[in-house]
């Protein structure tokens, strides 16, 4: 069976697996990828994030897939669809991370509009959401790109984000 979620032009979804520890704690112990969140991550705390995602493929069956680039099997980051409550609610959300080395480029972009269209498509999903900080520009335009507009402002794990939704037409 394969590990692979969807494709894009240039990149492949994958379920992240073992092999993709490294990467993996590359990416969230980056100081400039964990900017706009509260902290770094170190071995043990990455590996605590990896396991969270692994439980979430099994109660959800979805979370954050490996982003890694077609032509060259390239680990460039992680961008998924999470389960989120925000005030109250369920809500499905497109989140990203993609390595500084990887940035301006549009993967984030190519990739968070695979989840979207995923979402929509195999998920049947009517909308889905993605809490940016407001400082966060760079997350917002990847956002904005793929349609999402500002709705509101919610305090999510104790932090004021900004939720970005888009509706899906079915």
């Known amino acids: 069976m394969?590990?692979?979620?969807?494709?894009?032009?240039?990149?492949?979804?994958?379920?992240?697996?073992?092999s993709h520890f490294n990467?993996?704690?590359?990416?969230?112990?980056?100081?400039?990828?964990q900017r706009y969140?509260?902290?770094?991550?170190?071995?043990?705390?990455a590996r605590e994030f990896y396991e969270k995602i692994q439980n979430r493929y099994e109660t959800d069956g979805y979370c954050f897939w490996a982003v890694v680039r077609q032509d060259d099997n390239q680990f460039i980051g992680i961008c998924g669809i999470l389960k989120q409550e925000v005030d109250?609610?369920?809500?499905?959300?497109?989140?990203?991370?993609?390595?500084?080395?990887?940035?301006g480029k549009g993967y984030a972009t190519e990739a968070a509009e695979g989840?979207?269209?995923?979402?929509?498509?195999?998920?049947?999903k009517i909308s889905v959401i993605s809490l940016i900080l407001s400082v966060n520009a760079p997350s917002i335009k990847v956002a904005e790109k793929n349609g999402l507009k500002f709705e509101k402002e919610s305090m999510f794990h104790g932090l004021p984000h900004n939720v970005y939704r888009l509706f899906l037409k079915q």
Request: charged share 30%; proline share 3%; hydrophobic share 35%.
């Open 2 to 18: 394969s590990n692979i979620i969807l494709s894009t032009q240039r990149l492949r979804l994958e379920k992240i697996e073992k």
């Open 37 to 45: 969140f509260p902290t770094t991550l170190n071995r043990n705390e």
């Open 88 to 103: 109250g609610q369920i809500e499905t959300e497109i989140g990203y991370r993609i390595l500084d080395e990887f940035w």
């Open 23 to 33: 990467d993996l704690f590359a990416l969230v112990s980056n100081p400039k990828v």
């Open 115 to 124: 989840c979207i269209k995923y979402a929509k498509e195999k998920l049947k």
